[in-house]
């Protein structure tokens, strides 16, 4: 009786223990739980400080945003690095301060050159981080970032043009013009002509830049719908040009996102008494109201924007981000009625419900971007509705978490 007592304690006594080591093991495994969701990026910061911490996080070098292997001088380091500083401007942040001066340090040499950076390529997209440098420039001088932007004026002195005095998308794209290029290009333009030119200069490159949009109201806007096409060659070669007009055959949304962008930035930028100021102004309405027309139930827009029925077509992040800031920047500047801010909340609420997801850890994420699309090049690029559809869709594009950044500002969320 008492070996059976002694037995029944012994077993008592090592259950007893193995619940201990168990809630000890499940203990740690809380604690250890807790550490890993530790937060990267604070939720209770406004959206657009998340998403730039967010890209930091993700991109810790800021030469290799755009999911690069090795350093380079491109415009999607300067679409971002350009929101990240708005983003500062409205919340100051060291981190954030660095890492767009890191950029540039890295990427501008003490006499100026540009690594990685081509003049004699004439590609319109390089001059895109030309408004990082002229950012930091206005903080504190350095010599060096003054003549990496004379270079970069210098390019466009000499970017060859079409008949009417239109800029080529890039030299390996004779006789082209694409939306894009307006916007990688005019804006940073724009500021050079005020700060760094005398008078008779700055409004020689003022009337070139303003010209720049005409051409593209003029050869680009299809008058029906008004939407615009995404490329026009002049020389009518390309196998994507229509024969008869030289257009690209379709509506591709985030090739307009960058010339809605081009349009509602660059109005500031010019002086009030030039004539083109307001005439761009009347672009950008009739943009604003051309777009809304396509703007899908879920405040978004698909990436072939009037072919919203067709198989294969789908919502996308890149693009309605562009339209949510320009909308939104053209009312809060006045440019554009207060209807549209309707359309830029609606628009805005879209992408958080079908683009945006957070991780545990804080770090948010625009999903459904389209990767790349353009025209012509090897492999060819045709411009059909199935080229635009198929091509990669990614998440944390740097071409829809930049304008997703300034679209939050915009909206002050």
Not at 12 to 19: E, K, P
Not at 200 to 214: H, P, R, S, W, Y
Request: proline share 4%; charged share 30%; glycine share 6%.
């Amino acid at each position: 009786m008492k070996r059976r007592t002694r037995t029944l304690v012994s077993i008592l006594s090592l259950m007893v223990i193995s619940v201990s080591l168990v809630n000890c093991k499940s203990e740690k495994k809380e604690a250890q739980s807790d550490k890993s969701v530790e937060k990267i990026v604070a939720e209770d910061l406004k959206w657009s400080e998340r998403m730039a911490l967010s890209e930091i996080h993700r991109f810790p070098d800021p030469t290799l945003l755009d999911f690069q292997e090795k350093s380079r001088w491109s415009y999607t380091n300067g679409l971002v690095l350009q929101a990240m500083s708005r983003v500062v401007e409205s919340t100051p942040n060291d981190k954030i301060s660095d890492y767009i001066y890191d950029y540039a340090n890295r990427m501008v040499k003490e006499d100026g050159t540009i690594n990685t950076y081509k003049l004699s390529n004439y590609n319109l997209d390089m001059i895109k981080s030309g408004d990082v440098l002229f950012y930091l420039n206005q903080k504190k001088e350095e010599p060096r970032f003054k003549m990496a932007m004379d270079t970069l004026h210098q390019q466009l002195v000499d970017q060859p043009v079409v008949s009417e005095g239109g800029y080529w998308h890039k030299k390996r794209y004779p006789h082209q013009m694409w939306l894009d290029g307006l916007y990688m290009a005019e804006p940073f333009h724009a500021k050079y002509a005020t700060h760094f030119m005398d008078d008779d200069e700055a409004k020689t490159t003022i009337d070139k830049i303003v010209l720049q949009f005409d051409l593209i109201e003029k050869h680009s806007r299809d008058p029906e719908t008004g939407l615009y096409f995404h490329g026009w060659d002049e020389s009518k070669e390309q196998r994507w040009a229509n024969k008869e007009t030289g257009l690209s055959e379709h509506f591709w949304s985030r090739g307009m996102g960058w010339y809605g962008m081009a349009l509602v930035d660059i109005i500031e930028l010019l002086p009030d008494d030039h004539p083109g100021k307001e005439r761009i102004k009347g672009y950008l309405n009739q943009y604003a109201e051309a777009i809304i027309k396509y703007q899908d139930d879920t405040g978004t827009w698909y990436q072939v924007l009037d072919l919203p029925d067709r198989e294969g077509n789908y919502l996308e992040a890149t693009g309605t981000c562009m339209f949510t800031y320009t909308l939104a920047k053209g009312v809060n500047k006045g440019y554009l009625p207060e209807k549209f801010m309707q359309h830029a909340k609606k628009s805005y609420e879209g992408i958080l419900t079908e683009f945006i997801s957070v991780e545990d850890n804080g770090v948010v994420n625009l999903n459904r971007c389209c990767g790349v699309a353009g025209l012509g090049g090897d492999p060819y690029r045709d411009g059909s509705f199935d080229y635009y559809v198929n091509e990669i869709i990614r998440s944390n594009d740097p071409k829809g978490t930049g304008p997703f950044m300034m679209a939050s500002l915009a909206l002050d969320r």
